[in-house]
T-cell receptor, first 113, second 112 residues
Framework: NAGVMQNPRHLVRRRGQEARLRCSPM?????VYWYRQLPEEGLKFMVY????????ESGMPKERFSAEFPKEGPSILRIQQVVRGDSAAYFC???????????FGPGTRLTVT | EDKVVQSPLSLVVHEGDTVTLNCSYE??????LLWYKQEKKAPTFLFML????IEKKSGRLSSILDKKELFSILNITATQTGDSAIYLC????????????FGTGTRLTIIP
């Protein structure tokens, strides 16, 4: 049973470009969560999605960030017009339902130059 | 604001020692407490605790929750160098709020 998959593992973008991060949940999991870990800080919740629905985006910056989890395909976290402060590790997690433990992917390390 | 505090922040022990990691919490709507291990990559799930006083065990690791005193401990016996990692205590709130709130973490280093 493959775990949570994320790609790319490393992404370098120049200021002003767009970053697209992908997450495929574990088989049988329909709940996806995105977390961000800034350098030397803990993981912070960004957004929680179920298929085709955003359930909770209370941790997501209001501008430039968006997330989706379409009926087919991976969940996508999109950051438009990246700035240096967006440099971080972005982790995706999945669970089979509400109230269950979440399993994390290997993360995407975004570097903005 | 929900708060999860871990102690110690850092711990260095010799291989074979037993360690106890602490986690206390102040949260408004408790559902579960989880422990994760984070090496240089994604957090790996260890335990999920919902009920007080019931020990969960996996090999050399065990954990217990005290909902009255609002704390949990993670024990690791006969430590090995592969146990070196950051151990995260994580809170999951009540229904309608699925986000995990992470504690500060305890950085454990095992010296051979």
């Amino acid at each position: 049973n493959a775990g949570v998959m994320q790609n790319p593992r490393h992404l370098v973008r120049r200021r002003g470009q767009e970053a697209r991060l992908r997450c495929s949940p574990m088989k049988g999991h329909s709940h996806v969560y995105w977390y961000r870990q800034l350098p030397e800080e803990g993981l912070k919740f960004m957004v929680y999605l179920q298929k085709e629905n955003i359930i909770d985006e209370s941790g997501m910056p209001k501008e430039r960030f968006s997330a989706e989890f379409p009926k087919e395909g991976p969940s996508i976290l999109r950051i438009q017009q990246v700035v240096r402060g967006d440099s971080a590790a972005y982790f995706c997690a999945s669970s089979p339902g509400r109230g269950y433990e979440q399993y994390f992917g290997p993360g995407t390390r975004l570097t903005v130059t | 604001e929900d708060k999860v505090v871990q102690s110690p922040l850092s711990l260095v022990v010799h291989e074979g020692d037993t360690v106890t990691l602490n986690c206390s919490y102040e949260v408004t709507n408790f559902r579960s407490l989880l422990w994760y291990k984070q090496e240089k990559k994604a957090p790996t799930f260890l335990f999920m605790l919902t009920s007080s006083g019931i020990e969960k065990k996996s090999g050399r690791l065990s954990s217990i929750l005290d909902k009255k005193e609002l704390f949990s401990i993670l024990n690791i016996t006969a430590t090995q160098t592969g146990d070196s990692a950051i151990y995260l205590c994580v809170f999951l709130a009540g229904f309608g709020n699925e986000k995990l709130t992470f504690g500060t973490g305890t950085r454990l280093t095992i010296i051979p």
